[in-house]
């Protein structure tokens, strides 16, 4: 879980910010003061820290010209709306990004992923698709089954890819046909039911499980067997 410190000295707006990243799924740790927040960012730790500018003790520009001697944490700096020179001096200290307020929290929240996106050794948490014990990564083109590789053709991994973003519902042969194969659907092919059948080999006997299933008719679907 990213652990996040959040330096603000206005009691209100710390509580809300940790509120919502708590709900968002992020440790959080607080202080109050310039000097305090130095003190806990150097001791580490901390996947993100969101530096207040206008603090009691030492300054957020301050505390972050003293913190880059010693850390590339990434920071983001909460300024005040009309504080451009802040803004600037910011990113000049080495600040990853600020966000101006009052902020709306949405925006706060994009902030933070997309800093910590950047910083995490992006492989590891590249973003995932899973059902049961299938798990596809689209950044790496993996596909693994209880954590063992499965290698795939393009073609297969791309269907498979398909069917997992829309887990759960059922898609139309003809859909798959245009959005996998690219191609205006031609009633005569049977290119999907094809490849449907690689995959069942390639998963679902070679694993013993039921991923793919069949609406008679109509389509497929993925969903976790039961
Ligand atoms: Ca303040």
């Known amino acids: 879980m990213p652990k996040i410190l959040v330096v603000e000295d206005e009691e209100k707006i710390a509580r809300f910010v940790e509120l919502e990243l708590n709900y968002e ?3 959080v740790e607080k202080a109050a003061d310039g000097r305090a927040g130095l003190e806990m960012a150097q001791a580490g730790g901390f996947d993100c820290v969101l530096l207040d500018i206008m603090l009691p003790e030492l300054s957020g520009t301050e505390v972050l010209r ?3 001697k010693t850390s590339p944490v990434p920071v983001i700096m909460l300024t005040a709306k009309d504080g451009v020179p802040d803004k600037v001096a910011g990113l000049d200290l080495g600040a990853d990004d600020y966000v101006t307020k009052p902020f709306a929290i949405e925006e706060l929240l ?5 800093v ?13 698709l899973s059902c049961g014990a299938v798990t596809l990564t689209p950044a790496r083109r993996s596909v693994a089954v209880s ?17 997992l973003r829309n887990k759960n519902t059922v898609v139309l042969r003809e859909k798959l046909l245009t959005d996998v194969w690219d191609f205006d659907f031609d009633g005569g092919t049977n ?11 390639k998963i679902d006997e070679k694993y013993n499980i039921k991923l793919i299933h069949t609406v008679r008719g109509v389509g497929y679907t993925v969903r976790e067997d039961g």
């Open 110 to 114: 994009a902030r933070i992923r997309a």
């Open 25 to 27: 799924g992020y440790e």
């Open 191 to 201: 290119a999907v039911d094809v490849y449907i059948r690689f995959l069942r080999q």
């Open 116 to 128: 910590l996106r950047k910083t995490s050794g992006a492989a590891e948490d590249a973003e995932s």
């Open 147 to 163: 954590g063992e590789a499965v290698e795939l053709t393009k073609r297969e991994f791309d269907l498979l890819e398909y069917l």
């Open 66 to 68: 003293r913190l880059r």
